[in-house]
């Protein structure tokens, strides 16, 4: 029951402390996306079992190499350089490795081209 009651209280805390992660004005998107990308990660988990079948280890092999490759990834965050979160999109944007001033096309005929059409039915 101790067991049960450590797991049930991870996974609440979870959603409380992924909501704190995110800019206010994503977050309801960005919580939904986590939780279907755990969801996935659920249903793909018991097929892990099913590669010990070709090789004993083959399982502990793919798990492990998973984790590495996440803790190297998060080497990579703004936090990890000692910068703060971004709070904004804007902020978001500027973030090395996202495209940030760089015009396309479709968004410099919208700049330049500002009229609003109205139909009526």
């Known amino acids: 029951m101790l067991g049960k ?3 049930t209280s991870a996974f609440a805390m979870l959603y409380v402390f992924t909501a704190e992660l995110y800019p206010t004005l994503v977050r309801n998107m960005a ?8 969801r996935v990660g659920s ?6 079992v ?9 399982p502990y092999i793919l798990m492990g190499s998973l984790t590495v490759l996440i803790g190297i990834i998060t080497l990579f965050f703004p936090e990890s350089f000692g910068r703060t979160l971004p709070e904004t999109l804007e902020q978001m944007q ?3 490795g996202f495209r940030y001033g760089k015009k396309t096309k479709g968004s410099i005929e919208k ?6 059409i109205i139909t009526s039915f």
């Open 5 to 7: 009651f450590g797991v």
């Open 50 to 58: 099913y590669l010990g079948a070709y090789n004993r280890v083959l």
């Open 94 to 96: 500027k973030v090395k």
């Open 111 to 116: 700049e330049e081209n500002p009229k609003v």
């Open 31 to 38: 919580v939904g996306v986590t939780s279907m990308a755990s």
């Open 43 to 48: 249903i793909i988990a018991p097929y892990f």
